[in-house]
């Protein structure tokens, strides 16, 4: 029998496992002992620690025989790199296994980054960058308080494009060692944000993944599946790569996932260029085949309810590929994390109108063009959603109008039901603006993040949703029909709310998030107080991490204390002030507890009073307890000179001239008593949390279509006040292929003229019918492009059910639209404008049918006049001939008219200028005709060109010129002193123009 007393393990800093320290690093998994163990209680075995961190162990906790399998290793630091404390370690290891990430190593209070990391980010986010001295030499390190992570997320992730690897700290379990562990918890990226306060949360934030499979060049087909983790949305399409760039272009995805090159045919089927050209944000991620090949049943884990069998019946291979590569991405961005996301909703290309990403710029739907602002862009102007999500569901909608009659005519009923009674729009508004996001919230809580507050939210929003019904139902409506259909699925679990709202103190939560929030700020405080102290001599955090330690620098120890201290301090103040967040009668435990709280505290209130006689009627005695010396009793003032002897076994702590503390086992006793109840009830609230939340992932995919439910009555009630404020009227749709239009307008023009006080000329317009193509002519500024513009929005506006700027709508079911407007370059991806236009033209050509509507303004532009009419004659005959769609064709070629005039179904018409002597004015009305006049200098005058034309003018200018060179500039004081001006010129003082004329111009 041998006693073994001690056995020398030696802990791995990057590892929870132990080897003997004979043994060889790689053979700690198995740990034999020779022979029985007597195991004496008596017989304590020394176990030291490497480094700064000791601690003892008995025998009996030594793991005996053959251990468990562990974690795989983390990998052993490369021969020659110095041995860092464990903390650093453990960050250099992280930045090894995440290489193309920031890595944020959370230290306390604070977000750390280190080594090449904290020199390249930190000057990036504004952080100075310190000299950390390490027992293994010093390294750069930067930080900022974790308050701060979102706002540095944002400029990381967001503003720069960049991966963040979070690597967080948690209690160990294990005694002795660090009192935290660190694991990466999330990688974030563009594609995987879930609840960061810098999401718009009017916006979805798509993370889609794009697979290729067979099929040659165009009819390639293509996976698509997308997914948002704020509000658990999950998608799947099938596609070709000729409709690629459509698809994702409606999608707006943050981040596109590629399967890594070795299994997808993205790079040689141009897949990967053509997104790229799109300026998407790429990821490739590299996924073992096995996962790629998986069938649709292996996502069950991370889906809330069953998948609809006819869903899985039509999903085409690459869709299920793509699905895979998806939700592979995301589990190795959120490690750990389970996820609940909705059931696969599978789209169809010929579910909805397919507006591509040049169409989509050019009509400036959801942003501007040039400034690509939101602001000026349809979007903007016809959103009067009342609530987020229905925002974010009507920014879907316009990218992605839909195909189905039946379906947009609910639509169209819901808005005309709602416009028809504005009594009842306004009070499901009111309604609408008590609800809380509840798609956000129900991901927080599917994903475990959800706090009571959500779910109080969440009560709330279950409640409103059955007045919404109720309201509904209180009248007569224009449509009930299509209300009841909406509303049908509709189950209001009124239960739930009841519940939660039973179980939730909410003014007791009110103070705890008031009580959280100074503990947080408190905390940031602290963290930038420390970073202050910290300044040359940083304090080592692996250090402050240990439970003991052989620092020899006992400042360094006493500066631990005060860290760890106050975090204590935090953590016992919050205690003190404690706000239940429950109602005592939330279970049958809590109560009890409760009621043993109260019994002690009166214990207390005793104590106290019977203190305060005994030692002489201290009125200043209060029972506290102090981070530093624990309970105490305490007087203040003229108190502090009374005889505290008369308290039997009272010793006293501290005194000042002011102060008295006294320790007192009797009350020492009773707080430890209240403490320990305290601890329990926090333990029990969390326990009726989780209950709680447990009932609501019950019922999440009822509540997550109430939530789809109230944010359609949202946006119908959003368009039926567009059409009551802007006058629009309800759109006949049909099946044809005609688009017959009464004054028609163009919304943003329209809106941008009113703020000036200006008012927009409507216009007719009747294609595909009688004439299948108009060709539009018409001097510049005389709104060609806008009638183009107008005449396809009302389309698209039409097809997401909302009414339309018009008197009369009348208008055949478009499949795509596309749009050849505006000018871009693409140099960088060696394409010129005149290149861009052509690349652009060419889809059209190529994919629009004779359901299409097709708005071609200038093409041919940007090159000879002779190349430029071919270019634009060739369009016109195929879009005329083979095509064969509707078309809208402004155009300065006017020889084009003539052209086509042997094309049966082609109209021209015109737009023009009045003139009126000198002045004029542009006419916006479209008329049959051709009008061969651009009146292009008149424009160039009027934006200011005249003043640079004359200037360097030749002085032997033909007459008609020097006739035409008059011009009116804005009255500026230098003016007048140009000599060959001031002849002439005569300046209106009170409008602040000038008008010059030359005496050698005749007039
Ligand atoms: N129907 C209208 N009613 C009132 N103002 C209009 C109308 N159409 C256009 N405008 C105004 O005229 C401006 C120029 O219109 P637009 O760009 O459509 O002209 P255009 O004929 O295409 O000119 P260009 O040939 O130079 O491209 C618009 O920005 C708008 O302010
Ligand atoms: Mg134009």
Redesign the pocket.
């Known amino acids: 029998m041998r006693c073994l007393n001690s056995i020398i393990v030696r802990r791995y800093p990057t590892s929870h496992s132990y080897s003997m320290l004979s043994g060889n690093y790689y053979s700690r998994a198995l740990l034999i002992s020779h022979g029985p163990i007597i195991q004496k209680q008596t017989c304590l075995p020394k176990v030291f620690q490497r480094g700064k961190s000791k601690s003892t162990k008995k025998i009996s906790e030594i793991p005996q025989g053959l251990l468990a399998p562990l974690p795989p290793l983390e990998p052993p630091a490369p021969p020659g790199e110095p041995d860092y404390p464990t903390t650093i370690q453990q960050a250099r290891n992280n930045m090894r296994k995440f290489p193309h990430c920031v890595l944020l190593t959370r230290v306390g209070g604070f977000y750390e980054m280190y080594f090449e990391a904290a020199e390249e980010y930190g000057p990036l986010l504004g952080l100075k960058v310190a000299q950390k001295r390490t027992s293994a030499g010093s390294i750069a390190m930067a930080g900022f308080p974790f308050t701060a992570l979102d706002r540095f997320l944002k400029v990381l992730v967001q503003d720069h494009g960049k991966f963040v690897a979070v690597s967080e700290e948690y209690p160990n379990p294990e005694k002795g060692g660090l009192l935290f562990d660190r694991k990466i918890t999330r990688v974030v990226t563009p594609g995987t944000l879930i609840d960061e306060n810098f999401m718009d949360p009017g916006e979805s934030h798509y993370l889609l993944a794009v697979t290729t499979g067979s099929g040659t060049e165009s009819e390639k087909e293509v996976g698509l599946a997308w997914l948002d983790l704020s509000t658990g949305d999950f998608f799947t399409q099938g596609t070709t790569i000729g409709g690629v760039r459509a698809d994702v272009a409606r999608i707006g995805p943050r981040e596109v996932v590629l399967l890594g090159s070795e299994y997808s045919g993205a790079r040689e089927s141009g897949l990967e260029e053509i997104l790229r050209r799109e300026q998407y944000f790429i990821t490739i991620h590299s996924v073992d085949m096995r996962v790629v090949l998986r069938e649709v049943k292996g996502w069950k884990d991370m889906i809330e309810t069953k998948i609809n069998k006819a869903t899985v019946r039509e999903m085409r291979g690459v869709e299920v590929q793509a699905g895979n590569v998806l939700l592979d991405y995301t589990q190795t961005r959120l490690p750990g994390m389970a996820m609940r996301l909705q059931p696969p909703v599978r789209r169809t290309m010929t579910d909805a109108m397919i507006i591509d990403s040049s169409t989509m710029r050019g009509l400036e739907i959801t942003q501007t063009s040039r400034e690509r602002s939101r602001r000026g862009a349809l979007l903007n102007i016809i959103k009067k959603t009342t609530t987020q999500s229905g925002s974010r569901l009507l920014t879907n909608w316009i990218k992605s109008p839909i195909t189905s009659i039946t379906a947009i005519e609910h639509r169209l009923n819901l808005v005309e039901t709602f416009k028809n009674d504005t009594y009842l729009k306004q009070d499901i508004e009111s309604l609408l603006k008590r609800t809380h996001d509840s798609q956000r919230l129900l991901q927080r809580m599917s994903l475990a993040r959800g706090g009571a507050r959500d779910l109080v939210g969440l009560a709330h929003t279950i409640q409103i949703t059955q007045k919404i019904l109720e309201r509904l139902n209180s009248e007569e409506l224009t449509h009930a029909a299509s209300v009841e259909q909406l509303t049908g699925d509709v189950d209001v679990p009124l239960k739930l709310a009841k519940r939660i709202l039973n179980s939730i103190d909410e003014e007791g939560l009110l103070q705890h998030l008031r009580l959280r929030e100074s503990e947080e700020e408190m905390a940031a405080a602290l963290a930038e107080a420390d970073e202050a102290i910290a300044g040359a001599d940083y304090l080592d955090p692996a250090a402050a991490d240990a439970t003991t330690t052989t620092s020899s620098s006992t400042s360094k120890k006493t500066r631990i204390g005060s860290k760890v201290g106050r975090r204590m301090l935090s953590e016992k103040d919050t205690e003190r002030a404690e706000a239940w967040i429950m109602q005592k009668s939330a279970s049958e435990t809590l109560e009890s507890l409760h009621n043993k709280l109260d019994d002690l505290d009166q214990k207390r209130v005793d104590l106290e009073t019977e203190l305060t006689k005994r030692i002489g009627c201290a009125q200043s005695l209060t029972l506290r307890w102090t981070p530093r010396v624990g309970h105490i009793c305490h007087v203040k003032g003229r108190d502090v000179d009374l005889d505290h002897k008369a308290i039997a076994g009272a010793t006293r702590v501290s005194a000042s001239k002011s102060t008295l503390s006294l320790q007192l086992p009797e009350w020492t006793e009773l707080g430890i008593r209240i403490d320990g109840v305290r601890t329990q009830i926090r333990t029990e609230e969390q326990v009726v949390l989780q209950g709680l939340r447990a009932d609501v992932m019950k019922s999440l995919s009822t509540l997550r279509t109430n939530a789809s439910v109230l944010d359609r009555i949202d946006i119908a009630c959003s368009f039926a006040t567009l059409a009551r404020e802007q006058n629009h009227v309800r759109p006949l749709l049909n099946l044809g292929v005609s688009h017959k239009i009464v004054g028609g307008?163009?919304s943003t023009?329209?809106a941008?003229?009113q703020g000036q006080g200006?008012?927009?000329?409507?216009?007719n317009c009747f294609v595909g019918d009688r004439e299948r193509v108009w060709v539009i002519t018409?001097?510049?500024?005389?709104?060609?492009?806008?009638?183009?513009?107008?005449n396809a929005l009302i389309s698209i506006l039409a097809q997401v059910g909302s009414f339309v700027p018009a008197e009369v709508a009348e208008i055949g079911m478009v499949d795509r639209i596309f749009s050849r407007v505006g000018s871009a370059d693409n140099l960088f991806k060696d394409q010129s404008t005149f290149m861009v236009e052509m690349l652009e033209t060419a889809e059209i050509l190529k994919y629009a049918t004779p359901r299409s509507f097709v708005i071609m303004?200038?093409v041919g532009r940007g090159t000879t006049p002779k190349d430029g009419l071919a270019v634009a004659y060739a369009c016109l005959h195929h879009l005329y001939h083979i095509n064969q769609c509707r078309v809208l064709f402004?155009t300065?070629f006017h020889d084009l008219t003539n052209l086509a005039k042997s094309f049966e179904s082609v109209g021209c018409y015109c737009?023009d200028v009045t003139e009126d002597g000198e002045a004029f004015a542009?006419d916006?009305?479209v008329r049959p005709g051709v009008n061969r006049n651009?009146h292009a200098l008149k424009?160039a005058r009027l934006a200011g060109l005249s003043y640079l034309y004359l200037y360097y003018m030749p002085p032997n200018l033909p007459p008609k010129w020097s006739i035409r060179c008059y011009r009116v500039v804005p009255f500026l004081p230098f003016i007048p002193s140009f000599h060959h001006f001031s002849a002439g010129a005569e300046m209106h003082m009170l409008t602040g123009w000038c008008t010059i004329r030359d005496p050698r111009w005749g007039y």
């Open positions: 307008r163009h023009v329209e941008g003229l200006r008012t927009f000329t409507p216009n018409g001097p510049n500024m005389a709104g060609k492009s806008t009638f183009l513009r107008q303004d200038e402004a300065h737009t542009f916006h009305r651009s424009v």
